[in-house]
Every structure is written in C-alpha cells, then in structure tokens.
C-alpha cells in the first residue's frame, strides 16, 4: 500500500436509509449489564462504534449477526429482524473477529474460498472471488501461502479478506488495528476506507481507539454502560469547536505570553497555538486580539482557523456526563 491516509466517503454517511438502527435494546449476561437501553442508527459508509473494553461493542455486533437474542427492544438490520432471520442476515454481512485464532496451516486462499462458501457462493466462483479479495488486500502474491507463516498485519488483512470476498452489503470489523505496529496500522486504516469509499461497502467499526475511528470513520455511535451516549456523523458531533488555532512561523512564546497577559487561554504545541476566551468573545472579536499581538511581537503568521472540536472532547464530554 502506498497511500496510507485515509480521506473521507462520500456520500456522507448517513444521508440515505439506515443500516442498522437499534431501538431500547438491553442484553445481561448473568449479572452483568451489557446493554441498557440502547438506542442508535447507523447509515451507510463507514461508522465506528466506539466504547473501553466492557461497553458493550462485542455484544452489539454479535446481536447484529443474530447470535444473541436481546432481552428488550428490537434490532433491524439491512431491513431485518436478525434474531428470526439470522441466517438471511450473515448471508449479506462480511464480519472479522477481533480475535486471531485462524488455523496455521490452511493457506489463505483455501481459508477464504471456504467461508465464501459458507456464503453461498458456488466453488468456482468462491475461488475467484477469494483471489480477488486477497489481491484487494494486498496478499496477491502470498495468497497460497501458510497463515501460521504470516506476520499479525498479514493476518489481518486475510480476515479482512474473508469479510469482503463474498460482496456483502455490510462488514463488521471487530478491533481490526490490533496486534499492528504503526506502519500496519496505517495501511490497515487505508484498507477500510477503500472498502466504504470504493467497494460501495457499508462498514461498523468496532475500536476503543478514538484517534483510529476520528481518522477512518464518517459517523460513530459512542457506548458507555451499555447505553449509547452519542451519535451521528463527526462533523456534527464535533461542531465547530471554540476559539481559535493559529499556526506562527516564529515568535509562538512571546505571542503566547501577550495573549494571556490579554486574558486569553492558550495552549501551546510549539508553533501552533489554540486560544479562547473566557470572557465569551465572539469570532471576530478574538481574531482582533490574536491579531494585535501577531502584530505587536513581529511574528510570522502561517494560518490562522476556528478551532475543531476533537472526537476526544466529544468522548470525554459524554463519558463525564
């Protein structure tokens, strides 16, 4: 893969039909709470469903593929009850498992064609498309080799492999990027956004990497004690942000330093600075105090934009809610 950063879909994602939507869903296991109440839509292209180990995630995806019957509430996927149409359901979804336990001496190839297979598709055909997927993927020329032999990265991308060989309508990716080292991870992240962006693929993505969903994703539905704390695209959750981020080519402390003697909040990343106001000024009005003291200490400036909000502060924003 040569080109490892991922750039948004379009459509946007959630502007046709959902693909999912879930409406007061509950799960126990035992004692525990897995889900509470859980209410949410995922529209097409690719969305992360984001949450810390225990939120739930797992049990959403095993629910959509109608492995788990809810306690409360109803689920529609692709237009169907996967708790009395489970069958129907895997038969249109691609879903790699988080975990990595694939058999070491089945080639890739062999392993792919197999659960194409288990899909529906003819042999012959199943052997095409499970070439073509692993081509896809970047594993064209080590298709035939041994999955014990593969390294982490190339085992996750035969899982994604077996996902997509079979042109489902939907792919569930359970924690992809784990086990990957940063280079893999990128490449790994490319791939997904291939799938939604080109393969007309819609795609859940489970993770509990906020950085990873902000980078890869068109929408997210964020989980916390099995209930859903938000939802909907990023830019909508991540609105406009507050304050202002200006980019100097030299001189950030002294800027830094005259803008807080003029009362603003500054933090500083070496030559960018994000500042705001606690006296609630307006746009314009800080961009004038910005400009001031660009002006007064002689500095370079190189940019100068409203600030984004982060999935971050989305997520820490609801959690502490």
Aim: glycine share 10%; with cysteine; aromatic share 2%.
């Amino acid at each position: 893969m040569t080109d490892t950063t991922p750039t948004p879909a379009s459509p946007p994602a959630m502007a046709r039909a959902a693909t999912i939507t879930g409406d007061d869903v509950a799960k126990r296991w035992g004692r525990t709470i897995a889900l509470d109440g859980a209410s949410f839509r995922i529209g097409h292209g690719v969305t992360g469903l984001l949450g810390a180990n225990g939120a739930g995630k797992t049990t959403v995806l095993g629910m959509i593929l109608g492995l788990h019957r809810p306690d409360r509430g109803a689920l529609s996927v692709l237009g169907l009850d996967p708790t009395a149409a489970g069958p129907e359901v895997r038969a249109r979804v691609g879903y790699a498992p988080e975990h990595h336990q694939l058999p070491p001496d089945v080639k890739a190839h062999d392993l792919v064609r197999h659960v194409a297979e288990i899909h529906g598709l003819p042999k012959r055909a199943a052997i095409t498309r499970a070439s073509d997927a692993l081509w896809q993927v970047g594993l064209g020329e080590e298709r035939f080799r041994a999955i014990g032999t593969m390294s982490t990265g190339q085992r996750q991308r035969v899982k994604l492999a077996q996902a997509i060989a079979h042109d489902p309508a939907l792919v569930l990716l359970d924690e992809p990027t784990d086990g990957l080292d940063p280079v893999q991870r990128d490449d790994m992240l490319a791939l997904i956004r291939r799938v939604g962006a080109e393969f007309g693929i819609d795609v859940v993505l489970s993770s509990h990497l906020l950085e990873e969903v902000e980078r890869t994703c068109d929408a997210v539905v964020i989980l916390g004690e099995g209930r859903v704390l938000a939802s909907g695209p990023l830019d909508d959750l991540r609105g406009a942000g507050s304050g202002l981020q200006i980019e100097l080519e030299d001189r950030a402390d002294p800027v830094a330093e005259r803008l807080r003697a003029a009362g603003c909040v500054v933090e500083s990343e070496g030559p960018r600075l994000v500042v705001t106001s606690p006296d609630g000024l307006d746009a314009d009005a800080l961009a004038d105090v910005v400009r001031d003291a660009v002006a007064a200490e002689g500095a370079a400036l190189r940019r100068l934009t409203s600030r984004r909000a982060r999935l971050e502060d989305v997520f820490l924003q609801e959690v502490g809610a």
